[in-house]
């Protein structure tokens, strides 16, 4: 019988992580499924990348019901889990994949690049989590202890998805869509900020989210990608391709800018100029935003003033040749997230 493979995916972001994945270890003749969470595009994605899923809760708002429908997921997850007999579930570090995998008897391996950064929300998390962690994949720096486990380190997560070995962006998939690639266009990204992770945090308002818009539209073409819905007044700037080509769309831009925290590192590692504004910048800011600005692959704000100046700038240097020297220097000391990731899966946590 062919070992199983249970992932669970709770964002739209951990389809494109794990897709790569899923498709090797069954062309190695694993068995695979996805717990999903239906939350924006989550479902959609995985139905348009051809993963076999199941849905077990959807997004709620607010603490009372997002602690609801955790302890909702945490008992279909088991329930799921018992019926496949998966030997190992791969998640983001989250409490239902870990303690189902420990109640189960499987191995866990979870991957994390974000810090928490309400102390209370980490300590919690943490305490609720890593004692139960058979493998945790997070970058350099970000210093887990697992008492039971083994810590790996993994540079961009991205990678998983990004890598030059796994996408290939292909401009007559835009065209398909009536985007013109050779054409100056900005992606904008408007996220939620009500996530567990963003108490505390806040990302554009409204009046400095207006005006970039307004700027940016004498610049070319604004597609925006919005975390809920797209506020009535953008509604000629819908994003113009389905969700699963958002990262060609990403890498024939001539910019992107947003308050989101994944997108601006996906937009740098293929060579797009990448401004991030929130609360969240500043001088204790994550690894993989500290390392990109550092090569000049991304610029972080605080203030939307700046970051519209920062995007103007970048819009009338053009220099195409130069982010995508940055970019392959970078990626030369990089490895393949996915190559990992399966060799973990095979090995039992030692690869």
Not at 8 to 25: C, D, G, T, W
Not at 97 to 108: D, I, S
Not at 264 to 292: C, K
Not at 310 to 319: C, G, I, S
Request: aromatic residues 8%; hydrophobic residues 40%.
């Amino acid at each position: 019988m062919s070992e199983r493979v249970l992932f669970s995916v709770n964002h739209p972001a951990q389809v494109h992580l794990f897709k790569y994945a899923i498709r090797e270890l069954e062309a190695e003749g694993f068995e695979t499924l996805v717990a999903a969470r239906e939350k924006e595009m989550t479902v959609d994605l995985l139905s348009a990348e051809g993963l076999d899923y199941v849905t077990l809760t959807t997004e709620s708002n607010g603490l009372v019901e997002l602690t609801a429908e955790l302890a909702k997921r945490e008992r279909r997850l088991y329930n799921l889990a018992r019926e496949f007999d998966p030997s190992v579930i791969v998640a983001r570090l989250a409490p239902p994949a870990v303690h189902v995998a420990t109640a189960l008897g499987c191995r866990n391996l979870v991957y994390m690049d974000t810090v928490l950064r309400p102390r209370t929300v980490r300590l919690l998390y943490h305490g609720l989590t890593l004692p139960f962690v058979d493998d945790i994949c997070s970058p350099p720096g970000m210093g887990f202890h697992v008492p039971f486990g083994q810590s790996h380190t993994v540079g961009f997560q991205e990678l998983a998805y990004l890598h030059p070995d796994r996408f290939k962006p292909d401009p007559e998939r835009l065209r398909a869509h009536g985007v013109n690639p050779d054409a100056t266009y900005t992606v904008v990204r408007l996220a939620g900020w009500d996530a567990y992770h963003d108490i505390g945090e806040k990302g554009l308002d409204a009046a400095a989210r207006s005006q970039l818009v307004e700027q940016l539209c004498d610049r070319g073409e604004v597609y925006i990608t919005c975390e809920g819905d797209l506020p009535s007044e953008y509604d000629r700037h819908q994003l113009a391709v389905p969700p699963h080509l958002v990262h060609d769309l990403l890498y024939f831009a001539d910019l992107y800018i947003g308050d989101s925290q994944t997108m601006p590192t996906e937009a740098a590692l293929l060579g797009t100029p990448a401004i991030r504004i929130n609360s969240v910048v500043g001088d204790n800011d994550m690894h993989n935003f500290l390392e990109l600005e550092e090569r000049e692959l991304l610029y972080s704000y605080t203030d939307g003033t700046a970051a519209i100046d920062r995007a103007e700038a970048l819009l009338a240097d053009n220099d195409a040749e130069r982010w995508e020297r940055e970019r392959k220097r970078l990626l030369a000391q990089q490895r393949d997230v996915t190559e990992h990731m399966v060799e973990l899966i095979r090995t039992g946590g030692n690869g």
